[in-house]
């Protein structure tokens, strides 16, 4: 029985990681990864992903089983039955292109989408873009400003009761801070 093998996307496309592999578990072909996606859904048996590799190459593979031990997810590949045939995927990513990334419920949103939103008052004064977010309490923004007095980063954090208006496809968070949190 041969093994189903999905067609990658093109090479243009943009990759989504949802997993990391971290190390074999057991003799028969199982993998401790760390799951990076919120929907476990994606791990079901018979979906497809592509193991991407530290240095870039890419791999076709089929989820046969997933399941959650502890803060660990444990797959398994279809086809890879053996502790030898998965030595070698420590440090992979488990991928899906971007395309086929879920889609969030209203008002959820991805950190990468995040990422190059600009920052405004809720008046319309610019604060700055978001350069990073950070897992901490739900998520921070982490903003920086660049203009005539140097370069300042502002810790926001990714709340409805201060980010009230995020718009992702216009690349803008509207804020209304409390008092003090944008301070020196």
Same mark, same amino acid.
């Given at each position: 029985?041969?093994?189903? /093998? @999905?067609?990658? =996307?093109?090479?243009?496309e943009?990759?989504? %990681?949802i997993?990391?592999i971290?190390? =074999?578990r057991?003799?028969?072909?199982?993998?401790v990864a760390?799951?990076?996606?919120?929907?476990?859904e994606?791990? !079901?048996?018979g979906?497809?992903?592509?193991l991407?590799?530290?240095?870039?190459?890419v791999? *076709? #593979?089929?989820?046969?089983?997933?399941?959650?031990?502890? #803060?660990n997810l444990?797959?398994?590949?279809?086809g890879?039955?053996?502790?030898?045939?998965v030595?070698?995927?420590?440090?992979?990513?488990?991928c899906? =292109?971007l395309? *086929?990334?879920?889609?969030?419920? @209203?008002d959820e949103f991805?950190?990468?989408?995040?990422?190059?939103?600009r920052?405004?008052?809720v008046?319309?004064?610019s604060?700055?873009?978001?350069?990073?977010?950070t897992?901490d309490?739900?998520g921070?923004?982490?903003v920086? /400003?660049?203009?005539?007095n140097?370069?300042?980063?502002?810790?926001? @954090?990714?709340?409805?009761?201060?980010?009230?208006?995020?718009d992702? %496809?216009?690349?803008?968070i509207?804020?209304a801070?409390?008092e003090?949190?944008?301070? !020196?």
């Open positions: 029985m041969s093994t189903p /093998q @999905p067609e990658l =996307p093109p090479p243009d943009a990759w989504v %990681t997993a990391r971290r190390r =074999p057991g003799l028969r072909g199982e993998v760390t799951s990076l996606s919120d929907y476990p994606r791990f !079901a048996p979906v497809s992903v592509w991407r590799a530290p240095h870039g190459a791999r *076709a #593979a089929v989820i046969e089983t997933a399941w959650f031990h502890k #803060a444990i797959l398994k590949f279809v890879l039955n053996h502790i030898n045939e030595e070698s995927l420590v440090g992979y990513r488990v899906v =292109p395309s *086929a990334r879920v889609t969030p419920p @209203p991805f950190y990468d989408e995040l990422i190059g939103c920052v405004e008052l008046e319309g004064e604060v700055g873009s978001v350069v990073n977010v897992p309490g739900g921070v923004l982490v920086e /400003q660049v203009g005539a140097g370069r300042r980063e502002y810790l926001i @954090p990714f709340v409805r009761a201060i980010c009230t208006e995020v992702v %496809t216009a690349k803008r509207r804020i801070p409390p003090g949190l944008l301070d !020196a």
